[in-house]
């Protein structure tokens, strides 16, 4: 069916002037009883069959309604023009004549819209057409008014998180990972930082009728930027000056070359990745790991993790390594005492006290403080050992090695094998552990007994991948020490007591403290090494 809308129009018959309705055919606009009663009241006809054409409008069936006029009555074509409520859009109706009416000129409707205050252009090619098609009854747009264009604010677009809240990682078991938690912004010279969209001013509209429309203005903003960053020549783009960490402060950019935990590295700050350096007020927990492309300062103690300095790592208390982490740094370590770590530097190694713990100086290993003593595990430097008192009364197993030890290949093969071993049960671990996963998703949940023994898995994966990393550290260390030069004049210095079961080896050649010896120096000439007073 064709769709076709509905109009009404003046009639005449032999018994009367009549309002005809005829109804909309398909999908077309019906005949509103709103526009029926306000064009009847324009013609001075104010009392009509109102009900009847108003069922007949919402019926949308025919109608033929007798009006109280003459015969002689009848009307021309004419237009009647009506706004949106907003008065963005001007309408025109066309209105059929009678019989004998005539049909309504070009030049009247344009001044029917001129005498009804439309001053926007109008759509001429609409008016046309209208009057060319006879669309009667039915609204239609010929002019539109000037929406205002609105202002937007001035947008900041950072280049990094600027989220201050703490996310700690969800695993995929439904465990929480407070190790890995992305809390720092590391960035390198000249990256870009943040950019600045600027404001749109706006402008404003107008209605049909001329009538200015306000905007919304766009507000200006301006980036703030502290220390390390500079601006673009447009002043619409930060860059990074220095390679370190960016944040926000006081609603300012900067970039700190120094990455500050004001409490312990744990599980409120997770492990930490930082280009600079890293200041830790508290201290380093067991389990947890500090990188740094600069150095790591630590006001109390590094407990069993892994630490690894680009340059120093500087530890006001001590290393207290449990035989679970690993200190690494490409400069100097200084710490108030070492006890059972693996401690590892390309520059010098400074401490009160040694114990029970694996060291590896790429230069020299100074213990010289008022204890100074070493005692337990195994010391290794290129250039110097020194230090006051090596070994106990209780003939505790110490090695002060200078250079290369030829038992460092058979060292090494130690460290890989128990590597290998962890390798084993970590895949033994994850295989468990994609059991209770899958069993997990099978059944919806698991059991008291198969959850703690899925967290007791997980516990034991965990420490075994410590593990692993602290015995890469070692068997990097000791690759790294085998591969240096020979350093012709290294030496051990004890400045006061050297303990039987000291060893000292010096490229190779050994030197077994058989009985208590003072002061000497330990020093390699030929293939034998030779004790001289200090």
Same mark, same amino acid.
């Given at each position: 069916?064709?769709?076709?809308?509905?109009?009404?129009?003046?009639?005449?018959?032999?018994?009367?002037?009549?309002?005809?309705?005829?109804?909309?055919?398909?999908?077309?606009?019906?005949?509103?009883?709103?526009? #029926?009663?306000?064009?009847?009241?324009?013609?001075?006809?104010?009392?009509?069959?109102?009900?009847?054409?108003?069922?007949?409008?919402?019926?949308?069936?025919?109608?033929?309604?007798?009006?109280?006029?003459?015969?002689?009555? /009848?009307?021309?074509? /004419? %237009?009647?023009?009506?706004?949106?409520?907003?008065?963005?859009?001007?309408?025109?109706?066309?209105?059929?004549?009678?019989?004998?009416?005539?049909?309504?000129?070009? #030049?009247?409707?344009?001044?029917?819209?001129?005498?009804?205050?439309? @001053?926007?252009?109008?759509?001429?090619?609409?008016?046309?057409?209208?009057?060319?098609?006879?669309?009667?009854?039915?609204?239609?747009?010929?002019?539109?008014?000037?929406?205002?264009?609105?202002?937007?604010?001035?947008?900041?677009?950072?280049?990094?998180?600027?989220?201050?809240?703490?996310?700690?990682?969800?695993?995929?078991?439904? @465990?929480?990972?407070?190790?890995?938690?992305?809390?720092?912004?590391?960035?390198?010279?000249?990256?870009?930082?943040?950019?600045?969209?600027?404001? #749109?001013?706006?402008?404003?509209?107008?209605?049909?009728?001329?009538?200015?429309?306000?905007? +919304?203005? *766009?507000?200006?903003?301006?980036?703030?930027?502290?220390?390390?960053?500079?601006?673009?020549?447009?002043?619409?783009?930060?860059?990074?000056?220095?390679?370190?960490?960016?944040?926000?402060?006081?609603?300012?950019?900067?970039?700190?070359?120094?990455?500050?935990?004001?409490?312990?590295?744990?599980?409120?700050?997770?492990?930490?990745?930082?280009?600079?350096?890293?200041?830790?007020?508290?201290?380093?927990?067991?389990?947890?790991?500090?990188?740094?492309? *600069?150095?790591?300062?630590?006001?109390?103690?590094?407990?069993?993790?892994?630490?690894?300095?680009?340059?120093?790592?500087?530890?006001?208390?001590?290393?207290?390594?449990?035989?679970?982490?690993?200190? +690494?740094?490409?400069?100097?370590?200084?710490?108030?005492?070492?006890?059972?770590?693996?401690?590892?530097?390309? !520059?010098?190694?400074?401490?009160? @006290?040694?114990?029970?713990?694996?060291?590896?100086?790429?230069?020299? %290993?100074?213990?010289?403080?008022?204890?100074?003593? #070493?005692? !337990? *595990?195994?010391?290794?430097?290129?250039?110097?050992?020194?230090?006051?008192?090596?070994?106990?009364?209780?003939? +505790?197993? +110490?090695?002060?090695?200078?250079?290369?030890?030829?038992?460092?290949?058979?060292?090494?093969?130690?460290?890989?094998?128990?590597?290998?071993?962890?390798?084993?049960?970590?895949?033994?671990?994850?295989?468990?552990?994609?059991?209770?996963?899958?069993?997990?998703?099978?059944?919806?949940?698991?059991?008291?007994?198969?959850?703690?023994?899925?967290?007791? @898995?997980?516990?034991?994966?965990?420490?075994?991948?410590?593990?692993?990393?602290?015995?890469?550290?070692?068997?990097?260390?000791?690759?790294?020490?085998?591969?240096?030069?020979?350093?012709?004049?290294?030496?051990?210095?004890?400045?006061?007591?050297?303990?039987?079961?000291?060893?000292?080896?010096?490229?190779?050649?050994?030197?077994?403290?058989?009985?208590?010896?003072?002061?000497?120096?330990?020093?390699?000439?030929?293939?034998?090494?030779?004790?001289?007073?200090?």
């Amino acid at each position: 069916m064709e769709n076709k809308d509905a109009c009404f129009k003046i009639i005449h018959k032999e018994n009367g002037v009549f309002l005809q309705l005829i109804p909309a055919e398909g999908k077309g606009r019906r005949n509103n009883i709103d526009e #029926i009663q306000s064009y009847l009241y324009r013609h001075n006809i104010y009392e009509f069959g109102f009900k009847e054409a108003q069922t007949a409008a919402r019926n949308n069936q025919p109608a033929e309604i007798l009006l109280p006029v003459k015969k002689s009555f /009848e009307v021309t074509e /004419e %237009v009647y023009i009506s706004c949106s409520s907003d008065n963005m859009t001007a309408n025109i109706t066309l209105f059929p004549h009678s019989e004998n009416g005539g049909d309504i000129s070009k #030049i009247i409707v344009l001044n029917r819209i001129k005498e009804e205050g439309i @001053t926007v252009p109008i759509e001429e090619e609409v008016i046309d057409k209208l009057l060319t098609e006879k669309k009667y009854c039915v609204p239609v747009a010929f002019a539109h008014g000037i929406a205002p264009e609105n202002g937007k604010d001035a947008e900041i677009v950072y280049m990094f998180n600027t989220d201050k809240n703490i996310h700690p990682h969800l695993n995929e078991d439904g @465990t929480v990972d407070f190790h890995n938690i992305e809390n720092i912004n590391n960035v390198v010279k000249d990256q870009l930082l943040a950019k600045l969209i600027p404001e #749109i001013e706006g402008k404003s509209g107008m209605d049909v009728y001329g009538k200015n429309i306000k905007h +919304t203005i *766009g507000k200006k903003k301006k980036i703030k930027t502290k220390k390390n960053v500079y601006l673009s020549e447009d002043g619409l783009e930060v860059y990074s000056s220095i390679d370190g960490h960016v944040r926000i402060q006081e609603g300012a950019i900067l970039v700190s070359d120094v990455y500050e935990v004001k409490g312990d590295v744990g599980v409120l700050t997770g492990n930490i990745d930082c280009n600079g350096d890293v200041h830790v007020k508290g201290s380093i927990l067991t389990g947890f790991k500090v990188r740094a492309g *600069g150095s790591v300062f630590v006001d109390g103690l590094i407990e069993g993790a892994i630490v690894d300095a680009g340059c120093n790592v500087i530890v006001k208390r001590g290393i207290t390594g449990n035989n679970k982490g690993a200190v +690494t740094a490409s400069g100097d370590i200084v710490a108030k005492f070492i006890e059972n770590a693996n401690v590892s530097s390309d !520059g010098n190694i400074t401490a009160d @006290t040694i114990m029970h713990s694996n060291i590896f100086s790429h230069s020299s %290993v100074i213990v010289t403080s008022k204890k100074g003593f #070493i005692v !337990g *595990g195994k010391v290794r430097a290129i250039k110097e050992i020194r230090c006051i008192l090596a070994g106990s009364v209780m003939e +505790t197993q +110490t090695v002060l090695q200078i250079g290369r030890d030829v038992a460092s290949d058979d060292e090494l093969k130690m460290v890989e094998t128990a590597m290998n071993k962890c390798y084993m049960q970590m895949d033994e671990c994850l295989k468990i552990i994609k059991f209770y996963k899958t069993l997990k998703e099978k059944e919806g949940s698991l059991n008291e007994k198969n959850t703690r023994l899925l967290y007791e @898995t997980l516990n034991k994966y965990k420490n075994l991948k410590m593990d692993v990393q602290v015995k890469e550290h070692e068997r990097l260390a000791i690759i790294n020490f085998m591969e240096e030069e020979i350093e012709e004049d290294g030496y051990v210095v004890i400045e006061e007591s050297a303990n039987v079961g000291v060893r000292i080896n010096i490229s190779g050649a050994n030197y077994y403290i058989r009985r208590e010896m003072y002061a000497y120096k330990y020093f390699k000439e030929g293939r034998d090494i030779v004790v001289s007073k200090v």
